[in-house]
């Protein structure tokens, strides 16, 4: 008998120096068309055949989401490794390639994949959507920090690395994202969101956290033609108009007739119970098409902003600081990095479609990692006659699907703070326990 064995394999790739461009195989999801297309309405297409092809350069940049800890000479390494390709260029070369590409083409490529995906969740016919922010650390370079600072900086003093405010809006049942824009944290959240409203539109449900209710805000959500479920600010007090027959109010915020609907929220567990009073408003005024029950248990869907967040900055990121030293290459990473997160959603609905599981029961940290090995082999690059929706990757997330979302009954606390005085999350009960919900409308203003 022999003492070893050899396993080989075909790699199917793209020709000459054109090979490194390659997502593994999120490829197919973000095929070398699609990047060309691209690439040519922003008049970034090669003009002559260099080592490193604008396309090339794309798929780098894209890359460097799914290897947050890595610089751009290891990327390189993990695109080329499957492929056993020389020469291979220098830092340098990948700085002024990036360079030469700019921002535009990523966040164009973006724009295209920016979609809800086939298995979003509609309420009565509206695809339910949830607008709202996050922070994302970036390198504390002099060109960075004559743009961006600190959320805690002041004029005398800055505090921790400067920052940049991520606003979005995401389909709360697959978290895809549908439109994001950013900038620097001295704009608050609602000076961002007149960018996403190109997103809005007849046909969709905007679920909004409180600081979203001022009128001026609500007058251009719903200008769109979109409707919106929003919580009411605690010293809010929009005038009322009269009673509805459900006990809700019909009540005037700025120009817009909206409906405020007032619940009591009882969470009871095998420990005891908790409490909590919610104000919404919606145009939603129909009581009979959309009962107020249901809309307050239909808010709880606005968290999953959040989750979408935790992944891009925790599964993604590693919660990370971003790589690039100035503005414009800042701009241009974070394209990129919402480009590959909205292609791993896509893999995932394309792995749950057919099987009747929803995508929030995928795990999108066992998605990357299953991106992240085909990438490295150059595996499934190109598909072959016999395509396959799921693939290595969604083969990986069906084998190693999440239970249902537990009931969240904990408030949110500080579980990492900079100072260890300040956190709040020792002696906080993680057990999971069976609950029950009892939603009352409150018909006393």
């Not at 209710?213 to 200008?223: H, I, N, R, W, Y």
């Not at 190693?400 to 537990?406: H, K």
């Amino acid at each position: 008998m022999p003492d070893h064995c050899a396993t080989t394999r075909e790699v199917r790739s793209a020709p000459s120096v054109f090979a490194p461009g390659h997502l593994g195989e999120l490829t197919q999801i973000v095929p070398f068309e699609m990047v060309d297309a691209v690439l040519a309405e922003r008049g970034r297409h090669h003009q002559r055949l260099r080592l490193l092809p604008a396309r090339v350069v794309v798929y780098l940049l894209l890359a460097g989401g799914l290897f947050a800890p890595l610089g751009w000479t290891a990327i390189w390494r993990k695109l080329t490794s499957g492929l056993n390709l020389t020469p291979r260029p220098t830092a340098s070369a990948l700085f002024y390639a990036r360079k030469r590409l700019g921002p535009a083409p990523l966040k164009a490529l973006f724009t295209l994949l920016a979609d809800p995906t086939h298995t979003a969740h509609r309420f009565k016919g509206l695809l339910v959507c949830a607008i709202d922010g996050t922070l994302l650390d970036v390198p504390a370079s002099a060109a960075n920090r004559s743009v961006h600072r600190s959320q805690g900086a002041t004029r005398w003093a800055g505090a921790g690395y400067p920052q940049l405010r991520l606003l979005a809006l995401v389909a709360t049942g697959s978290r895809a994202l549908l439109a994001a824009t950013f900038g620097p944290v001295r704009h608050g959240e609602t000076a961002y969101a007149p960018a996403l409203c190109q997103a809005m539109g007849p046909g969709r449900l905007v679920l909004a956290d409180r600081g979203f209710d001022a009128a001026t805000v609500l007058e251009e959500f719903t200008a769109t033609g979109a409707e919106i479920l929003v919580r009411m600010s605690a010293g809010s007090n929009p005038r009322r108009l009269r009673r509805l027959k459900d006990g809700t109010w019909l009540v005037m915020r700025g120009k817009r007739r909206l409906r405020l609907i007032e619940a009591q929220i009882t969470i009871a567990t095998g420990q005891g119970q908790s409490t909590g009073r919610y104000r919404l408003a919606t145009t939603l005024v129909d009581v009979d098409r959309y009962p107020a029950t249901d809309l307050v248990a239909l808010y709880h869907q606005r968290w999953e902003i959040e989750t979408a967040y935790g992944e891009l900055k925790s599964s993604l990121l590693g919660r990370r600081v971003l790589r690039a030293k100035d503005p414009e290459g800042l701009e241009q990473e974070v394209w990129a990095l919402l480009a590959t997160y909205q292609v791993v959603r896509y893999a995932i609905a394309d792995a749950v479609t057919a099987t009747g599981h929803s995508p929030l029961q995928a795990s999108f940290t066992v998605a990357v990692e299953a991106a992240r090995d085909c990438l490295v082999r150059a595996e499934n690059t190109i598909a072959g006659e016999r395509v396959d929706l799921r693939g290595v990757i969604g083969q990986q997330v069906l084998a190693n699907l999440l239970p249902q979302r537990r009931l969240r009954t904990a408030p949110r606390v500080v579980k990492r703070a900079i100072s260890k005085y300040h956190a709040r999350s020792n002696g906080v009960d993680r057990t999971t326990y069976k609950a029950t919900v009892d939603i009352t409308v409150l018909t006393e203003p």
